[in-house]
């Protein structure tokens, strides 16, 4: 028995260790997912490791001990930091140094003071942590619901929509931890190796979802004949988008009947809004429309629907998307990365990939893959 153990054992730490090294080394995916994805891969590596020392030695190091102990602090933020990848939230360097900070604070101050003046203060103190952490992340996505669902609902094949899988095991991870705590101070006695087995068995599981999400195979992208043919013939965005020029057509005659702003006033509108988008840029949020745009002007949405139409000379569904085939143009010839075009789509708003390739057809004539090509070899022949 001892030797499947640490077969293994072996097999996780290898496996945890060549999709660490990938992460790092391939540049498919955003970077800041592959950074908290291989924060993850590495701290799922201690387990097995204490667990095959526990086999082969008859006491464990202290250090491997110590760090086996503290890792369920680290839960926490990890989860609510990868929630903030999944919806498209930014992760900034101060935000990250702040919640280490405090968790680290927090656990010095609980080793050195509250465990031992205050019974079962470890375990209240970090089951707070663990609990705070996990309302924060559901928070997160509950007030990003709308993003969430259009996750679940058109990208599918999408790193994000995989990071979910990352997130329940982080739970699960959390509940089994606390689960242990609550277990050694009621006097319950544990086998420390059968639960190093079980987190060996759940890395293993992790590393498997990291290496078939960041590192694909051909499988999960369906190639441009494909899609372009899907596009042909899905005709449900079509009656979406001819119900929003149906909505906009009656505003759009009534604006030219009773207009209500005057050149100046629509020349500073349209200054206004381009700050609006370079700064907030609400093109990213599926579900921004024309009373939430108008909102933010400060005008209403009959006025913001003739800014459009008549001064603009556009509609609000190809306005919006000419943001949106922007922000994807710039995510294509970012070369330090390698996005899938699915993960492109979902990053520039587009409502499913569908979306995406009808509004890049129609403006270059080309596909994403395409484009990207030809944008590479271009750079190529000026170096």
């Known amino acids: 028995m001892d030797e499947w153990l640490k077969f293994l054992f072996i097999c996780s730490l290898c496996l945890g260790a060549w999709t660490s090294v990938n992460l790092w080394v391939n540049h498919a995916g955003p970077k800041k997912v592959r950074q908290f994805t291989g924060v993850f891969v590495l701290v799922l590596l201690v387990p097995p490791l204490v667990g095959y020392l526990q086999l082969i030695s008859a006491e464990i190091p202290a250090f491997f001990s110590f760090v086996r102990s503290t890792l369920t602090w680290w839960y926490g933020p990890l989860m609510y930091f990868i929630a903030r990848e999944m919806l498209l939230l930014p992760n900034t360097p101060r935000g990250i140094a702040n919640h280490m900070c405090a968790v680290c604070g927090l656990f010095v101050v609980t ?38 669902r259009r996750l679940n609902s058109s990208y599918r094949k999408s790193t994000f929509y995989w990071l979910q899988y990352l997130l329940a095991g982080l739970l699960l991870l959390c509940a089994m931890d606390i689960g242990v705590l609550v277990a050694l101070h009621s006097n319950v006695h544990l086998d420390f190796l059968a639960l190093n087995s ?50 906009e057509s009656p505003a759009a005659k009534n604006n030219v009947r009773y ?88 990053q520039a708003g587009f409502n499913n990939r569908n979306s995406f390739y009808r509004v890049f057809k129609s403006n270059l004539g080309i596909t994403p893959a395409q484009y990207r090509k030809q944008y590479k070899a271009e750079l190529q022949k000026q170096a």
């Not at 013939?233 to 020029?245: L, R």
Request: net charge negative.
């Open 111 to 148: 080793q050195l003071l509250i465990s031992s003046a205050i019974p079962y203060g470890y375990f209240v103190i970090v089951t707070a942590v663990v609990a705070a952490y996990c309302t924060l992340a559901g928070h997160t996505l509950v007030k990003n619901a709308s993003r969430l």
């Open 198 to 247: 079980i987190a060996c068995v759940f890395a293993i599981y992790v590393n498997g979802i990291v290496l078939f999400t960041l590192i694909k195979p051909a499988l999960f992208e369906l190639d441009d004949a494909q899609t372009i043919e899907h596009v042909q013939t899905n005709t449900g965005e079509q009656h979406k988008i001819s119900e929003v020029a149906a909505d």
């Open 259 to 346: 207009l209500e702003l005057s050149d100046q006033v629509a020349t500073t509108l349209i200054n206004t809004l381009a700050t609006i988008m370079e700064t907030d840029k609400p093109h990213l949020e599926p579900d921004e429309n024309l009373t939430s745009m108008a909102g933010r002007l400060g005008i209403t949405t009959h006025m913001f629907s003739e800014l459009l139409n008549v001064h603009l000379h556009t509609n609000f569904y190809d306005w919006m998307n000419s943001y949106r085939f922007n922000a994807a143009l710039l995510l294509l010839q970012d070369q330090t990365v390698n996005y899938s075009v699915t993960d492109i789509a979902f």
